[in-house]
């Protein structure tokens, strides 16, 4: 008889292997599907071999009852029937899926690579084409004009207005989760803080907490407030870059200036923290490598509200200038329900006016008990994430002069006891750009025999594409810098 | 009133990019630690503390002699400094630790315990670029943050404008390759295609630890194992990411723009 239904589980903990429940394929698709039908939210659906076949696994999301939910497939070979027909949110994993482990989505709509690698390019695949006699075609990248990551966009326009745009990634690809299998390593929690230079914190935050859900620890409370710190230190720094390079894109240069040094003065005070300006060498499994001791915490109070004052200043030119507002707002529109059938995350969710922040839905760490309100506004435009990315400057700081003032006392690090073997562990960290979800899921020695990273960058990405839909190409530039996606989170 | 408040604001702030290269350079972070040094004559028989430590093998130790550290493997997380009982490889606070060729970043025999820093360019390609370098950046499986770094370089309180300095979006303009990554196989082509479409004479400067070396991913088959594997490199810049203010020495450094002694300490640890 088949089990009613999935496990249950809470953010940064874990669940025996052997209790996550199994179905033949199709009744998990089916079982997920009915479940998202309900509202619940794909987090990741990856594959694990055994033998000579691939087990699908889903994790799903409860985010109103701040529950996680898992289930697996059995292992099998060949083909199974798309979820991405009823749930586009799937439509990424399942062409991910089909690319590591050869599983077959039967009726997906556009199965093609997501980042595979052939020879010395990767494997892209034919672009969707619109034709027509007006309808002409723009390539743009890998390689772009600033100094940004490499990607590949290829629109599909009449005149001006953008039909169409598809995406092609991959060509960050350094094999992050293969790397994984059989660690941890040495290199492995190196490997974690270079998923995505400006996610550090959160990605390096994500693993701690999967690794210390495996050794069954709840570890020092001051660690888990020092993250949570440094946490919000990265989505300051991140939000007012991209809040200056919003208005460099549209030729308003006070808050641009301003803005890029801010970023930089919110750099150094993680930097302060632990000696580099992205937080590598920070957050440890079991705790923290440094302490912040009071002196340095003084310190970095009032290095902090003098750049939150400034950032205040500069950020509020943005909404005074009419140029500005106009050129933000009804630009790269996207609708909530199109935000909800793609499952996206992060601020470009909350500009839809979705409420949805690991941090609130899923309390792990210090957000157990200590939280910021959750910042959204309704439009979904280019107007509406940079609204958003102003709210969570001030939330974030806000939170911050909080905590800096309540600090706990105690130790920052701890040992860990050797991981749980033939466990599944789950940590979702509301990084800056959304949720970061790690899974993994160990071997009878307790080593990982596989590790799943899941970005914010992998739901957003179709979001990008979206909103340029009936959109001016020359509007590109800031529809895209609304969401700044990351292409080495997305190709890891 | 936006138009009030930032010209009030830019009066009140007045030029906010830094004195250096002119006056002393910001200090970095307490915490950075800045280049390392190695002494291998340090090390006892036997001893390997620091070995197991480290996260990508950048430090190493034969049959004979002490420890050798590889900076352009480096992650630069001190974890051989804290292991090493006998203050073998320590933190010297330096910024400066660009090099022309590889094998200056391998510290810890006698006469080679610290970086040996970068010389200008020849007096041919100084002549041409010396006063105006243009740059074309490829991130060739970069993690975004040695790029975050090499943006910074643009914003009001460094200025690279002012030293002749640009990065340019056509490779048809550059002089100039600025590499960050550990070159992922899937970036082999467009890297490659790049350097052919920059005009002769021409230079590459890896960023980065990855970039010089793979960094955390040495050993992947889905990348290199650094620029080098594509493309000859004329300065290696090591750093997980480097500080801006190394990027920016480095820089200077192979223009000849640094007037200073050999291995004058600028900075030293506060």
């Known amino acids: 008889m088949s089990p009613p239904s999935f496990a249950l589980l809470a953010n940064g903990t874990r669940i025996p292997w052997a209790e996550v429940p199994e179905w033949p394929a199709p009744e998990l698709v089916e079982r997920t599907g009915a479940e998202l039908e309900r509202g619940a939210r794909l987090c990741a659906w990856f594959g694990v071999p055994e033998g000579g076949a691939t087990r699908l696994v889903a994790l799903i999301a409860f985010d109103a009852d701040n529950t996680l939910a898992v289930g697996r497939s059995a292992p099998f070979a060949g083909a199974y029937p798309s979820l991405t027909l009823a749930h586009p949110q799937a439509h990424l994993f399942e062409r991910e899926v089909w690319e590591q482990h050869g599983l077959r989505p039967d009726g997906h709509p556009w199965l093609k690579p997501v ?16 034709g027509g006699g007006e309808i002409h075609e723009v390539a743009v990248g890998p390689v772009h004009a600033g100094i940004i990551e490499p990607g590949h966009f290829r629109f599909q326009c009449a005149g001006e207005e953008v039909l169409h745009l598809e995406i092609a990634l991959g060509y960050q690809h350094r094999g992050v989760e293969n790397a994984l299998v059989g660690g941890p390593r040495r290199a492995t929690l190196s490997q974690i803080e270079a998923v995505a230079g400006d996610t550090t914190v959160g990605h390096a935050t994500a693993y701690a907490w999967v690794a210390e859900a495996l050794a069954g620890a709840e570890v020092p409370l001051r660690s888990q407030w020092l993250r949570a710190v440094a946490l919000e230190l990265e989505r300051l720094a991140n939000h007012t870059g991209d809040l200056g390079a919003l208005a460099n894109d549209v030729a308003f240069l006070p808050t641009a200036s301003a803005c890029g040094r801010i970023r930089g003065d919110f750099l150094n005070l993680t930097a302060l923290i632990c000696g580099n300006r992205f937080g590598r060498g920070l957050v440890r499994p079991g705790g923290c490598r440094v302490d912040l001791e009071p002196a340095r915490l003084d310190r970095l109070a009032s290095q902090l509200a003098g750049a939150l004052s400034e950032a205040e200043l500069a950020i509020g030119w943005l909404w005074d200038a009419a140029s500005v507002r106009s050129r933000f707002e009804d630009a790269g529109t996207l609708h909530a329900k199109q935000a909800t059938d793609l499952g996206m995350v992060g601020p470009a969710a909350r500009a839809c006016g979705i409420v949805r922040d690991a941090r609130f839905d899923h309390p792990a760490g210090w957000h157990r008990l200590a939280q910021a309100p959750v910042a959204v506004w309704p439009g979904g435009d280019v107007l509406a994430r940079a609204r958003v990315r102003w709210l969570e400057v001030q939330r974030s700081g806000r939170f911050l002069r909080e905590q800096l003032e309540a600090a706990v006392g105690g130790e920052v690090r701890s040992e860990l006891a050797p991981a749980a073997p033939d466990a599944l562990a789950v940590a979702l960290v509301e990084g800056w750009r959304g949720e970061v979800c790690h899974v993994a899921l160990t071997d009878a020695e307790g080593r990982f025999r596989s590790y799943k990273i899941v970005d914010p960058s ?23 810098k609304s969401f700044n996606l990351s292409y080495c989170g997305f190709d890891l | 009133m936006f138009a009030v408040d930032t010209f009030t604001h830019r009066l009140k702030r007045g030029c906010e990019t830094m004195a250096y290269p002119k006056g002393p350079p910001p200090a970095l972070p307490d915490r950075h630690g800045g280049a390392l040094r190695a002494d291998g004559a340090k090390c006892p028989d036997g001893c390997a503390e620091c070995l197991p430590v480290c996260p990508t093998e950048a430090v190493t130790r034969g049959p004979v002699g002490g420890v050798s550290l590889d900076l352009g493997r480096c992650l630069f997380c001190a974890a051989c400094v804290e292991a090493c009982p006998h203050e073998a490889i320590t933190q010297t606070g330096d910024h400066r630790m660009a090099v022309r060729r590889r094998e200056d970043l391998v510290l810890g025999r006698p006469g080679q315990e610290e970086v040996r820093l970068a010389g200008a360019l020849d007096e041919k390609l100084r002549k041409l670029f010396g006063r105006s370098l243009r740059l074309r950046q490829v991130s060739a499986g970069g993690d975004g943050a040695a790029e975050a770094d090499l943006n ?39 890297l490659r295609k790049t350097w052919d479409a920059m005009p002769e004479p021409k230079i590459v400067i890896a960023v980065g630890t990855c970039a010089i070396s793979g960094g955390p991913f040495i050993g992947n088959p889905e990348v290199m194992s650094g620029v080098e594997s594509v493309l000859p490199v004329d300065l290696h810049i090591p750093g997980w990411p480097p500080h801006p203010l190394t990027i920016l020495d480095g820089l200077l450094r192979v223009l000849g723009r640094l007037d200073e002694g050999p291995r004058a300490r600028a900075g030293g640890r506060p």
């Open chain 1, 115 to 130: 980042r595979r690698g052939a020879g010395n390019a990767p494997a892209v695949g034919e672009f969707f084409r619109v």
């Open chain 1, 458 to 480: 992998f739901h957003n990405w179709i979001g990008l594409a979206l909103a340029l839909r009936g959109e001016a190409i020359s509007n590109f530039p800031i529809c895209n």
């Open chain 2, 152 to 190: 910074v370089l643009g914003t009001i309180g460094w200025d690279l404008g002012r030293f002749g300095i640009q990065f340019v979006a056509s490779p048809r303009h550059a002089d100039g390759l600025v590499v960050t990554g550990p070159v992922s196989r899937s970036m082999e082509l467009a």
